[in-house]
Each structure stands twice: as structure tokens, then as C-alpha cells.
């Protein structure tokens, strides 16, 4: 094997939306190759994804050579009614560990703080 990742089957709590967001919240001049393994989706789902979030203005991009460096509009209202009111940099502050330990974290409770 090549060590491909094996893609996921079955439902989510998380769309691939908020996956792709979330990968390049971590890393903002991820390629498309990685944003794809990191989130277990084909390149060109990643490329329409990314294409849906800038057309709804979530999202934007400048090129640096051959790269792209994203950048997250963190005020914008999230979509669905349910989340009135909610930002979207309230959606990543769930989804991404600054620090880079994400699995940690999840698995202890730590990093996770009420503000008053």
C-alpha cells in the first residue's frame, strides 16, 4: 500500500465545510493535496468546497508564487438558522488547537475554557 488514507463512510457531526475551514485554519497555505489527506476527501471536492466558501465570502485567498495563502473571514455569521447569531471564529474555536495537539486535548478535556 502506499499509505494512502482510507476515506470515511457512514455520518458525521462535522460537514466537509467546516472540515476544510478547520484544516485551513490550522494551516494557511495548505495545498488542496493536503487540505484532501487531512480531510479524507478528494482534491476536487476540497477545490469546490473552497470555491463555495470564497463565493460566500467565508473564505479568500491572494497568491504568493505558486501558492495560495487563505485567509478566514472569523466575523462572518454562520449559515444555518440554528447558529444565529454564531461566528465563525466560534465554529473554529471548537474545531482547531492553536497548539497543535487537537487529539490530546479532545481526549483529556484540556484546552476547553468557559468565559464569563
Known amino acids: 500500500m502506499s499509505g494512502a488514507i482510507e476515506p470515511h463512510t457512514g455520518w458525521t457531526f462535522i460537514t466537509n ?5 478547520a484544516a485551513i485554519a490550522e494551516n494557511q497555505n495548505a495545498r488542496v ?3 484532501a489527506a487531512h480531510c479524507r ?3 476536487r471536492a476540497v ?3 473552497i470555491s463555495d466558501l470564497e463565493q460566500s465570502g467565508y473564505l479568500s485567498h491572494t497568491r504568493e508564487g505558486r501558492s495560495n495563502i487563505y485567509r478566514i473571514e472569523q466575523g462572518k455569521i454562520l449559515r444555518h438558522p440554528a447558529e444565529a447569531g454564531l ?3 466560534s465554529l473554529l474555536a471548537l474545531l482547531v488547537q492553536v497548539d497543535g495537539h487537537h ?3 479532545a481526549r483529556t478535556g ?3 475554557t468557559e468565559k464569563s
Open 17 to 21: 465545510h467546516a472540515r476544510v475551514l
Open 33 to 35: 493535496r493536503d487540505i
Open 41 to 43: 476527501l478528494t482534491e
Open 47 to 49: 477545490q469546490k468546497i
Open 87 to 89: 461566528t465563525v471564529a
Open 103 to 105: 487529539e490530546t486535548a
Open 110 to 112: 484540556a484546552g476547553v
